[in-house]
Every structure is written in structure tokens, then in C-alpha cells.
């Protein structure tokens, strides 16, 4: 079974374009996650989904962050305008039960210069 | 306010040694521990786990201890190789659905 898929891995774009992320979770798994990873702050959770239905968006930065999930098999993340500090690598991830296990994308390296 | 803390962010080891990787956590409502593994370039890969009503838990040469009056846990690898050499976060789990993550502490495996 393939496991979580992410495109583009890498991302160069220039501040003030928008960008889209985009993962397919494992099939038959219920929750989605979006993380950010930098050096400064870790591994952040942005948001998460539980069958398709926003659970908790807090850590979304701001509002030029957005996430959807149309059906269970994507979901994508959009920043809109992009600035150099959104400059990371976004995981996506999918468990099969919330709080248990999560099954990580290879990431997508972003770049805004 | 970190709620799971990896106090290490490196550890060296020798090869064919044991490799004891900590994580201490603060929130009590987190039922499920696990422990990730991360290469450069690549998803954090999921380790093991353990639930709150054991105190451990053991998969081949990787362990994990739950202490949870101390509210603390540990991975054991034994023996290290090389190809251990990689981040590793350990990460809390409950009712709420996601999951806390550590820092990180980065294993390097000498020769």
C-alpha cells in the first residue's frame, strides 16, 4: 500500500505568490494532519482533519494560511500571500484512529524568497 | 509551554552499544506515548508506541520504558548500528486527537 503522498516536494516561489501543498492520505485512514517543521519551533501541527471535517485549526500562523479537505483521499494547503519566513518543510500525515499513530508524507521543501 | 520536552538534542554513541534516548512530558491526560525516527530529507518514520497502562513496551532491539508517576519515558536501542544515526522525537497522544512532539534529539552511531 502506498503510504502518504505530498506534491510538489520542493517549492522555490516569490513573496506575495500563492502556493498550494497537496497530500493523498493512506486509504481507509480518518484523520489528516498538517505540520510545519523549522529549526527554530520543531514540528508544528497547523491543522488537523477527522473524516474530512476541520478539527482544530489553531495552529494555523494567520490568515493567509488555509486548509481544505474535499473528500478523504486530499486535502490541500494553500498560503496566500506566501512571505520568506513561511520558508519550511510541511508534513503531511495520516492515522488511522485520532491520538494514535500517525503515518508521515516525505515532506515539501518550500523556499519564498 | 512545551509539553513534551527531549532535554538532549544530541547524543553520541558507539556501535554495538546501547543508545537510551529520554523524553519527559508534563500533561496528564496523554494516554499513548510513541517514538519517531527521522532522516534527513525524508518523513518522520513511526518507531514504536506504548500505552499508558503499560511500562513497556519491546520491538526487536528497540524498547520503550513509561514511567508515568515520573512522567517520563525512555527508548532503549540495543545494539546501536550505524544506520540508527538519524532525529528522534518522541510525541504524547490522547483524547484530543493529535499528537504533541518533542524537539527531537539527534542520534549519531560511531563505527
Known amino acids: 500500500d502506498a503510504g502518504v503522498i505530498q506534491s510538489p516536494r520542493h517549492e522555490v516561489t516569490e513573496m506575495g505568490q500563492e502556493v498550494t501543498l497537496r497530500c493523498k492520505p493512506i486509504s481507509g485512514h480518518n484523520s489528516l494532519f498538517w505540520y510545519r517543521q523549522t529549526m527554530m519551533r520543531g514540528l508544528e501541527l497547523l491543522i488537523y482533519f477527522n473524516n474530512n471535517v476541520p478539527i482544530d485549526d489553531s495552529g494555523m500562523p494567520e490568515d493567509r494560511f488555509s486548509a481544505k479537505m474535499p473528500n478523504a483521499s486530499f486535502s490541500t494547503l494553500k498560503i496566500q500571500p506566501s512571505e520568506p519566513r513561511d520558508s519550511a518543510v510541511y508534513f503531511c500525515?495520516?492515522?488511522?484512529?485520532?491520538?494514535?499513530?500517525?503515518?508521515f508524507g516525505p515532506g515539501t521543501r518550500l523556499l519564498v524568497l | 509551554d512545551q509539553q513534551v520536552k527531549q532535554n538532549s538534542p544530541s547524543l553520541s554513541v558507539q556501535e554495538g552499544r546501547i543508545s537510551i534516548l529520554n523524553c519527559d512530558y508534563t500533561?496528564?491526560?496523554?494516554?499513548?506515548f510513541l517514538w519517531y525516527k527521522k532522516y534527513p530529507a525524508e518523513g518522520p518514520t513511526f518507531l514504536i508506541s506504548i500505552s499508558s497502562i503499560k511500562d513497556k513496551n519491546e520491538d526487536g532491539r528497540f524498547t520503550v520504558f513509561l514511567n508515568k508517576s515520573a512522567k517520563h519515558l525512555s527508548l532503549h536501542i540495543v545494539p546501536s548500528q550505524p544506520g540508527d544515526s538519524a532525529v528522534y522525537f518522541c510525541a504524547g497522544g490522547g483524547s484530543q486527537g493529535n499528537l504533541i512532539f518533542g524537539k527531537g534529539t539527534k542520534l549519531s552511531v560511531k563505527p
Open positions: 500533561n496528564s491526560m496523554f494516554d499513548y
Open positions: 500525515a495520516s492515522s488511522l484512529t485520532p491520538g494514535r499513530a500517525q503515518y
